[in-house]
């Protein structure tokens, strides 16, 4: 099932399906368009056990056929999802404000990414630390996903993350340091399998 969102949603479309044993690549072949310029699609598709669905941003369509930005799936299940944000601070909050900070985390981390928030996982924790030789509050975070992890959204994240980083834990943003690590899937490990 594909729908396409926005002022384009009676465009008529022709889906070709092209598989191997590994992935599924979805491509839309757009009929008698001429001037579109960008969509947003979302998509559901039946992997054989179960439905899953993702949505997209802004795809460019600047030929007729376009591939959906990372179309490419496991039959077990979508390849880019379980982001992790780890959050060590030698800023010591209360049990609930720390639960408020990994709450909005999670849907930041979510949003951020274009990620189901249901494969978000977040922890804090209470550390021993400097920065600079000192030990002035101060936080340290790493941001792990399978793709999604590039310079420009990088950029976006460490912004929204050490704002929020300093609303709950009252650490300057000059003393927050972040590592973005784009993880091999054979590498992350869910449910006794891997997501390879």
């Known amino acids: ?56 941003g802004v795809v460019s369509a600047t030929s007729a056929a376009v591939a959906v930005a990372d179309g490419t799936y496991r039959r077990r299940g979508l390849t880019k999802m379980m982001p992790t944000c780890l959050v060590q601070s030698n800023v010591k909050i209360d049990p609930e404000e720390e639960q408020k900070f990994i709450s909005a ?58 704002a929020l980083v300093e609303d709950h834990f009252g650490v300057p943003q000059s003393r927050v340091y972040i590592n973005f690590f784009d993880a091999p899937r054979e590498n992350f490990g869910f449910n006794g399998d891997t997501f390879a």
């Open 1 to 56: 099932l594909i729908q396409i969102k926005g002022a384009y949603k009676q465009l008529q479309m022709k889906v070709v399906l092209f598989s191997n044993f590994n992935c599924v690549l979805l491509v839309l072949v757009l009929a008698g368009v001429a001037n579109v310029s960008a969509f947003q699609a979302g998509l559901t598709y039946n992997t054989g056990s179960k439905w899953l669905g993702r949505k997209y």
């Open 105 to 162: 985390a999670s849907k930041l981390v979510a949003e951020g990414l274009g990620k189901p928030e249901s494969y978000v996982m977040v922890a804090s924790r209470f550390a021993a630390m400097s920065f600079g030789g000192s030990a002035e509050p101060c936080a340290f975070l790493e941001l792990i996903s399978i793709g999604r992890i590039e310079r420009e959204l990088n950029k976006a994240m460490s912004a929204k993350l050490c």
